[in-house]
Nanobody
Framework: QVQLVESGGGLVQAGGSLRLSCAAT????????MGWFRQAPGKERNFVAGISWRGASTLYADSVKGRFTISRDNAKSAVYLQMNSLKPEDTAVYYC?????????????????WGQGTQVTVSS
């Protein structure tokens, strides 16, 4: 089985930065795309960023383009989300997910495994 464990969430002021990490165990991490999603209270879970199996291709939601950067280290079976210029509307639980394929897609249905989530709160 695959296990994904997120870390790095917390409380930050608007304009600040956080770096989320996701550690994976289980099947061959380097063979699959990875993604980050987020879910605010009372809202659906939305795609934030994705990265292909070798890290050559990335995909971002329009709301985070230019502020967030996704990266991965296959040797460490880890994926990261660097979040800069944070806004109050970025407040949500952030989830790491492992795709069913090698290239990132925006639909949650394309992801087979999920972490437990980490809370990010941005104060104004």
């Amino acid at each position: 089985q695959v296990q994904l464990v997120e870390s790095g969430g917390g409380l930050v002021q608007a304009g600040g930065s956080l770096r989320l990490s996701c550690a994976a165990t289980g099947r061959t991490f380097s063979s699959y795309a990875m993604g980050w999603f987020r879910q605010a209270p009372g809202k659906e879970r939305n795609f934030v960023a994705g990265i292909s199996w070798r890290g050559a291709s990335t995909l971002y939601a329009d709301s985070v383009k230019g502020r967030f950067t996704i990266s991965r280290d296959n040797a460490k079976s880890a994926v990261y989300l660097q979040m800069n210029s944070l806004k109050p509307e970025d407040t949500a639980v952030y989830y790491c997910a492992e795709s069913k394929s090698r290239f990132p897609l925006t639909s949650a249905y394309e992801y087979a495994y999920w972490g437990q989530g980490t809370q990010v709160t941005v104060s104004s």
